[in-house]
């Protein structure tokens, strides 16, 4: 899709179809609408009197030859309540729009700036929702829905068009967008194509293609660092275990700070000897979503170049049931030295983050940020909407809920409390791996957290809003690459 800011006017603007939105009970008087010349607004308000144009949220209308532009079509996108709009309200209206017409092969589409949203952070965003509605997770349909994607995306009208801000701002909501499709499209990877090796390669690809320094280390390396935890779920499975280290060192940016982003990459999850029952067993292939989202996060910065260090730290390996996988009761000692007894091998997540968290460490990080998708019960605390968000340095906790607020990605914290402590104590090692049902995204958080020590550390359990469901107007089912842009977020506002 090609973006552009355009010049010319409303009325004399060439395109296949024209997008303006209005709000929830006068939708012809109002938001972008306003923009449109007398003579179209005229259509729209006979169809609001008709009761075919109510502007509730995500309603298309479109109108056929509109009077008064030279675009072939009009679009008109309900925007629901005006008291309710926000950039992240805006960001699903340019979503809706791009899906409503690219599913009517429309390819050549002009947003309406001015009024609400078209301020330059309002750039960005339309920019990135139209990007992110583009998305299509249909790599493997031999006849691709990709036909119908839109070719060009204009923005147009509203004051001040093609300053050089606003460019700026297409430039980032373009580089936003495009790192949590290239998140969403690794989530997407079925298991036999996104083998622990072949998400090392792609993440040496992105580096490579993004001027990243990437390193690989195999398992030979993991046993040289006692990576015992991470090793003892890798052991069941017939794919070699890596672990991915992506630097983003910039030669201006202070020593300190070291961001450490550790992303959960069990590439297929059946919970080893604790197996899983085969009800959406398949859906497991996206239990590297966490190491998916910090590949999005380098890919973005790299483009972005905030200064600050960043390494992502991404431990990858299938969790599989065999003669050699490990077994419940089984005790092992983390690359830290703490030793920990595997209650339940479908709690794996925790294991190889616990020695990633210290490899991290061991490289220079100050700072820790997980994504995992580490429990079922942040889901059950929270669906597929919010992502959980735990840690014990409330500064830290603060700063990256803000981002997730400023980025539209919704995100809500759960206690880390001493008392949770004692359930996952064991009775022959340090720490056990699983401590029942109850508070069970809690209990796998802290026992993260045993590993983050003194260093600074949040935890976002990704599990539920990894994937959605359900088709929304904005968006397909599937991958979501939430959390890529609050991390994006965060990094690019950093200040020591
Ligand atoms: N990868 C799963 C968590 C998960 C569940 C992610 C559903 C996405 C959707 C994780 O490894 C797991 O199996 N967690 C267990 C932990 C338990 C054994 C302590 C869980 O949540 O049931
Ligand atoms: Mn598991
Ligand atoms: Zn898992």
Redesign the pocket.
């Known amino acids: 899709m090609n973006i552009e800011i355009r010049s010319e006017s409303l009325e004399q603007l060439p395109c296949s179809a024209l997008v303006v939105f209005g709000f929830e009970g006068a939708p012809a008087a109002t938001g972008t609408v306003e923009q449109l010349p007398a003579e179209t607004r005229r259509t729209l308000e006979e169809l609001q009197t008709s009761g075919e144009l109510k502007g509730k949220l995500y309603e298309c209308t479109l109108v056929h030859r509109p009077a008064g532009v030279k675009a072939a079509k009009l679009l008109v996108v309900g925007a629901g309540k005006k008291d309710k709009f926000n950039g992240s309200q805006l960001r699903r209206l340019a979503g809706c729009a791009v899906r409503y017409l690219r599913a009517r092969s429309v390819r050549d589409v002009a947003w309406v700036r001015g009024g609400e949203g078209s301020s330059e952070e309002d750039v960005q965003t339309v920019v990135e929702g139209a990007i992110l509605g583009d998305y299509g997770a249909d790599r493997y349909k031999t006849e691709r829905n990709n036909e119908h994607r839109i070719d060009r995306f204009s923005l147009v009208g509203g004051g001040a068009a093609g300053g050089t801000t606003d460019a700026v701002a297409v430039e980032r909501g373009g580089i936003i967008a495009g790192a949590q499709n290239f998140t969403r499209d690794l989530v997407n990877e079925p298991s036999n194509r996104m083998t622990p090796t072949l998400f090392a390669q792609r993440a040496q690809e992105m580096a490579g293609q993004s001027g990243l320094e990437c390193q690989v280390l195999g398992s030979e390396e993991m046993r040289e660092l006692k990576m015992g935890a991470l090793l003892a779920v890798a052991q069941g499975s017939e794919e070699p275990a890596k672990v991915i280290v992506v630097r983003y060192f910039p030669p201006g940016a202070p020593e300190k700070p070291v961001v450490g982003l550790i992303g959960?990459g069990?590439t297929f999850?059946s919970?080893g000897i604790?197996i899983?029952p085969s009800d959406?067993m398949h859906?497991?292939k996206?239990?590297m979503a966490g190491g998916a989202t910090m590949l999005g996060v380098m890919r973005a910065i790299a483009q972005l170049k905030p200064n600050v260090r960043v390494m992502a730290v991404i431990p990858a390996t299938e969790?599989m049931p065999s003669g050699k996988a490990s077994k419940p009761g089984d005790v092992v000692t983390s690359m830290c030295g703490k030793t920990i007894e595997i209650?339940?091998t479908?709690?794996?997540?925790r294991m190889v983050l616990a020695d990633a968290l210290c490899y991290a460490k061991q490289l220079g990080c100050t700072v820790l940020i997980d994504a995992a998708?580490?429990?079922?019960?942040?889901?059950i605390a929270l669906g597929n909407i919010t992502t959980g968000v735990f840690g014990w340095n409330q500064g830290w906790v603060d700063r990256v809920l803000a981002s997730a607020s400023a980025a539209g990605e919704k995100m809500w914290q759960l206690p880390v409390q001493e008392e949770y402590r004692d359930l996952y104590k064991s009775s022959i090692a340090d720490l056990a791996?699983?401590?029942?049902?109850y508070g069970?995204?809690i209990?796998?958080a802290m026992f993260i957290g045993e590993f983050a020590g003194d260093t600074p550390w949040v935890h976002l359990d990704i599990?539920?809003t990894?994937?959605s469901n359900e088709e929304k107007p904005y968006r397909t089912k599937g991958p979501t690459g939430h959390g890529v842009r609050t991390l994006v977020h965060l990094l690019t506002h950093f200040s020591a």
Do not use: Q
């Open positions: 959960k069990i999850d919970g604790s899983k959406n859906e497991m996206t239990d969790n209650i339940n479908d709690a794996e997540g998708t580490l429990t079922g019960a942040v889901m791996n699983s401590g029942g049902r069970a995204a209990i796998g599990a539920g990894r994937w």
